[in-house]
């Protein structure tokens, strides 16, 4: 029985790391300590998202985040640092409650898009916060001003969308935020001829590829940068005719919490991600 196995090599985890929820950046945490050889236990509710941890024999405990009982089972009240990473923000909110009554003292660091949210969540529960949207939209203005952007396309309103307009215009550097088009005609009429920089903050890889191809014909030598979940769409995205920067908000939010020490009690400590050595998740995001 695989997954009871799993369940009780994380009863056994001492002086781990706990990542709660295998979104993104849950799933980037877990190749990145699984590599550096840090012990993990992860808590998901889905089978089908856990299959390939518990296939090869990591600890994993298959239940909900936001319950005492699955936190208590990945030992949290062992843990150096617990990782609340799920999507949910109400799960988040609870799960860190329980974190913080289980472990008085262990780094915990909660993704949260919500800028307010986040900032009671810090407070409350002594909580390093990250958010990927804000990380990915802060990426962007350093491209746009490194290219002495003076008008910058935003094509997508997610969150990574809204944020970096926000950025932009903080930074005082004119930008259009519009939906996704694949007409040549509307894309022109958003000034995509005549932009310095067009962000693809869209999540959909197959519309993406659709519209980086209206966004070429309209403008050859126009810079994108494209947004990407999977590293092999950054590497498609990366060559002709595409010719995109590719941001990973994901990997960049792991590499800052990396640089920051957050990991460095499990010996992860601030280096490159290891060329070496086969990812649990083939595709990262």
């Known amino acids: 029985r695989p997954e009871e196995t799993s369940r009780a090599l994380a009863g056994e985890a001492r002086d781990h790391v706990v990542v709660v929820g295998l979104s993104?950046?849950?799933?980037?945490?877990?190749?990145?300590?699984?590599a550096n050889g840090a012990s993990v236990v992860v808590v998901d509710p889905d089978a089908e998202r856990c299959s390939a941890l518990v296939r090869e024999g990591h600890a994993v405990v298959r239940g909900e985040g936001?319950?005492?009982?699955?936190?208590?089972?990945?030992?949290v009240a062992h843990a150096k640092v617990v990782l609340l990473t799920a999507d949910d923000l109400e799960d988040v909110?609870?799960?860190?409650?329980?974190?913080?009554?289980?472990?008085?003292?262990?780094?915990?660091?909660?993704?949260?898009?919500?800028?307010?949210?986040?900032s009671v969540l810090s407070k409350a529960y002594r909580a390093r916060v990250v958010s990927t949207s804000k990380v990915a939209a802060e990426v962007v203005l350093g491209h746009a001003k490194a290219c002495r952007a003076k008008k910058v396309v935003v094509l997508g309103a997610t969150s990574v969308g809204v944020k970096v307009a926000?950025?932009?215009?903080?930074?005082?550097?004119?930008?259009?935020?519009?939906?996704?088009?694949?007409s040549h005609e509307e894309l022109s009429a958003l000034g995509v001829p005549s932009a310095d920089l067009v962000l693809v903050a869209d999540d959909d890889l197959g519309k993406n590829l659709v519209l980086l191809d209206r966004i070429?014909?309209?403008?050859?030598?126009?810079?994108?940068?494209?947004?990407?979940?999977?590293?092999e769409a950054a590497e498609l995205l990366e060559r002709?005719?595409?010719?995109?920067?590719?941001?990973?908000?994901?990997?960049?939010?792991?590499?800052?919490?990396?640089?920051?020490?957050?990991?460095r009690e499990v010996g992860v400590v601030d280096a490159p991600e290891p060329a070496s050595g086969r990812p649990v998740f083939a595709v990262s995001a």
């Open 24 to 34: 993104n950046l849950g799933r980037r945490a877990v190749d990145r300590m699984v």
């Open 216 to 231: 070429r014909d309209v403008a050859p030598r126009v810079k994108i940068v494209c947004r990407v979940f999977h590293d």
């Open 166 to 182: 926000a950025a932009l215009a903080h930074a005082r550097i004119p930008c259009t935020l519009a939906d996704p088009t694949e």
């Open 240 to 263: 002709a005719p595409f010719s995109c920067v590719v941001v990973s908000s994901s990997r960049t939010a792991l590499e800052s919490l990396v640089r920051a020490g957050v990991f």
């Open 93 to 118: 909110a609870v799960a860190a409650r329980h974190v913080r009554a289980l472990s008085p003292t262990c780094e915990l660091v909660v993704r949260c898009s919500d800028d307010d949210v986040a």
């Open 66 to 75: 936001r319950t005492r009982s699955a936190l208590e089972a990945a030992s």
